[in-house]
């Protein structure tokens, strides 16, 4: 189950604390107090002069035995046990109830309540009960001869009291009454008239009582006890519990008072608090049902109703909800009964789906025991917990697999090497393309730094859109911006027509930046912009672009001495640096030159390759390669051309057979002139790497004749 379905969530469960007129107290076993929750304002004492202290240190004497004692039975039976007490609060005696019950082996958790309002009210009862009694016998035996007597018991007594007249003029009123009215008795008696205390909406009911008790025909229309709101001297409302009797003297009636306001506030919160109850029960979305320990369901929340299309409260729950005639396998509600809290997923025989139950005790009034279940459809849930588990472990085989093939392979794309360092290098890679964060590739010239960057973005999430490479040294200072960001129709001289900038080619892309070194720092600082999600504005425009692009910087110098010298910026320098890969020289791997002059060889034709013998791959092996892979192939494609090796500073080594006529038999001119040529042509496409555009500019002809020679050459 989520955390939003668990339990109610924070907010809710403070409401329901605030809602309940109970202290909510966390003690522990060393008897200290550790924290208050709830009515915190009828505490003995201030909050602060409980916690973190003993019982025995902050509650009177034999109170404090008796809670220390109540506390030690809850922890040694784990069973709820109870007390009451009484504190002087304010110079006031105050009455509690008190629950304890074990919540760990270290801490019981107390409910307390203030009582002295209900304890106030049950004594009123018995006190007004006694006095009425008492009243009512001295009235029968000799109410007239017992006047005085009488005025001094009503004076006296512990309920308010009133005698109303026929008008409802209030002719005598104890000082109980005034206690409860606010009034004194020289104001009220003779002065005010009984409807003058009655609440407005209930004015109507004593009226119609008053003259049905003082009529013979409609005797027994006025009840002898009921209830009525009355208006105090500070416009409070109170409720009360009024007793009316006929006294002898004609039209007259006296009334003894009960004050239940707390009781019926006590009773508002009950109504309020089942009510708040009854809301997060039918809020909540899964099911929610009560059985007994007889399995008989006692409540359904309207969810649960609806599913299973009729409320089944009084039937038996396995038979009315899961068509058993025994109680389900998965069942819980014997350890439930026992006080234990269960949880647990289980899918649903009937429907296939996947539920979280929450199955908890609930002790009713009686002490009685049901078992709460709520019960929430988590079955999307579990598909998807299943679809990414199963998509994990096939991107685990996946990473395994392929990790395996480029140990096992020799090449990585169009990156052809298999020492360690390049392995190493295909590792950086494969975390590269996994991530969307900025790369920087290291490597001197002619290391492959661009196959790499384009590797990378093909195996990247970004693969489907475009690759911008950009040589940063190639463009002039005075059109870097132009070239980056775009410019509009007339923003400078020769700007006939809007052009979008290479940022907009790149976007949902990757940029790559191209010896990042030569970028001056006034153009960084809005590169920098435009990286950090600022946008861009093309010269000559005042709109902001936003552009969703991926940097691969690549550069053949110390960018951390050039942040030193100020000629980078810091800030451009970590935001393109996140991962750095170094490409090795050709000279620390030297063992991948077979298989890079084995690549090489087989763009051209095998009727032109000469013979690698031991003495030019031993050569090729002692050789340093200032150039780097870009010097290895244009070395060979020499070789094909010339039929010679040429390496700089080195004497010329010829071909195994450096006869024209030996490999290519005596022929016509023509012939000769054709094979020639294919051979001229196949070396170019090569070293182009079959770019025909590019191949037909470095021989000198236009790309119509290259691609019909390339058709008569079979090309």
């Not at 009694?133 to 000799?142: F, K, T």
């Not at 195996?459 to 960001?485: D, Y």
């Not at 410019?487 to 001289?493: P, V």
């Not at 691969?552 to 640096?577: C, K, P, Q, W």
Request: proline share 4%.
């Amino acid at each position: 189950m989520t955390q939003a379905h668990e339990g109610l969530g924070i907010a809710s469960c403070r409401a329901i604390v605030d809602a309940i007129p109970d202290m909510i107290i966390r003690i522990g076993k060393d008897h200290v107090f550790r924290s208050f929750e709830g009515k915190v304002n009828e505490l003995y004492r201030p909050e602060v002069d409980y916690l973190g202290k003993r019982i025995e240190d902050v509650l009177p004497g034999a109170t404090a035995i008796r809670f220390v004692d109540t506390l030690e039975s809850a922890f040694r039976t784990g069973q709820v046990h109870s007390i009451d007490y009484s504190l002087t609060l304010q110079q006031t005696l105050c009455f509690y109830e008190a629950r304890l019950v074990r919540s760990s082996d270290d801490e019981v958790i107390a409910f307390v309540r203030n009582v002295t309002r209900e304890k106030e009210t049950e004594e009123q009862f018995h006190e007004y009960q006694f006095h009425l009694e008492h009243q009512m016998a001295m009235r029968s035996a000799d109410l007239s001869a017992a006047e005085n007597r009488y005025r001094n018991i009503f004076r006296h007594s512990g309920a308010p009291s009133i005698i109303v007249e026929q008008d409802f003029t209030i002719s005598m009123a104890n000082p109980k009454f005034e206690e409860l009215t606010g009034f004194d008795c020289r104001e009220i008696e003779k002065r005010m008239k009984w409807t003058d205390f009655i609440y407005p909406e209930d004015r109507q009911m004593v009226i119609r009582y008053h003259f049905a008790r003082r009529s013979d025909a409609d005797e027994h229309g006025a009840p002898a006890e009921y209830e009525c709101r009355i208006i105090d001297r500070n416009q409070s409302l109170r409720t009360i519990f009024i007793k009316v009797g006929m006294l002898s003297e004609t039209g007259r009636s006296i009334a003894s008072i009960i004050d239940i306001t707390s009781l019926k506030n006590t009773e508002q919160e009950l109504r309020d608090r089942e009510t708040l109850y009854s809301a997060i029960l039918e809020g909540y979305e899964g099911f929610v049902y009560f059985i007994d320990r007889n399995y008989r369901i006692r409540f359904m929340n309207e969810n649960l109703i609806h599913n299973t299309g009729g409320d089944a409260t009084g039937k038996i729950c396995h038979e009315a909800l899961h068509n058993r005639s025994a109680p389900c396998l998965w069942c819980v509600a014997e350890q439930v009964f026992e006080g234990n809290r269960v949880r647990f997923e289980m899918k649903n025989p009937n429907d296939k789906k996947w539920y979280y139950s929450i199955n908890v005790p609930v002790r009713m009034s009686d002490q009685s025991v049901f078992c709460q279940a709520m019960i929430t459809d988590i079955d999307e849930r579990k598909r998807m917990e299943e679809a990414l588990r199963d998509s994990e472990a096939h991107l685990r085989e996946e990473n395994i697999r392929l990790r395996t093939s480029i140990e096992e392979r020799e090449r990585f794309g169009d990156i052809v090497g298999k020492s360690p360092a390049m392995q190493e290098v295909y590792e950086l890679m494969l975390m590269a393309a996994a991530s969307d964060t900025n790369i920087i590739l290291y490597g001197e010239s002619g290391t492959g730094k661009e196959l790499v960057a384009r590797a990378i973005h093909a195996m990247s999430s970004r693969q489907g859109s475009n690759f911008v490479p950009v040589n940063c040294g190639a463009i002039p200072e005075n059109l870097l911006e132009s070239e980056f960001f775009g410019h509009k129709k007339g923003a400078f001289t020769g700007a006939g027509a809007d052009t979008k900038g290479l940022l907009d080619e790149a976007d949902h892309g990757c940029l790559f930046l191209d010896e990042i070194g030569e970028i001056k720092p006034g153009l960084q600082v809005k590169l920098l912009r435009a990286i950090e999600g600022g946008g861009y504005t093309p010269v000559g425009s005042r709109r902001v672009i936003q552009s969703d692009f991926r940097i691969i910087a690549a550069t053949s110098r110390n960018l951390t001495e050039r942040v030193r010298a100020g000629r980078m910026r810091s800030d451009f320098f970590y935001r393109v640096h996140v991962i750095p890969i170094h490409l090795p020289p050709l000279r620390k791997r030297k063992e991948d030159i077979p298989l890079l002059a084995e690549h090489f060889f087989k763009a051209y034709d095998r009727k032109i390759r000469p013979t690698l013998t031991s003495r030019i791959m031993e050569a090729l092996m002692n050789y340093d390669w200032p150039g780097n892979v870009r010097e290895l192939q244009n070395v060979l494609y020499r070789f094909v051309t010339l039929q010679r090796l040429d390496l700089a500073g080195d004497a010329a080594l010829p071909a195994p057979d450096p006869s024209v006529e030996a490999t290519f038999p005596a022929a016509s001119l023509p012939d000769a002139v054709a094979s020639f040529e294919k051979r001229q042509i196949s070396a170019a496409l090569a070293q182009h790497r079959w770019n025909r555009t590019r191949t037909a500019k470095a021989l000198g002809i236009g790309l119509r004749t290259l691609q019909r020679k390339m058709k008569a050459h079979q090309l």
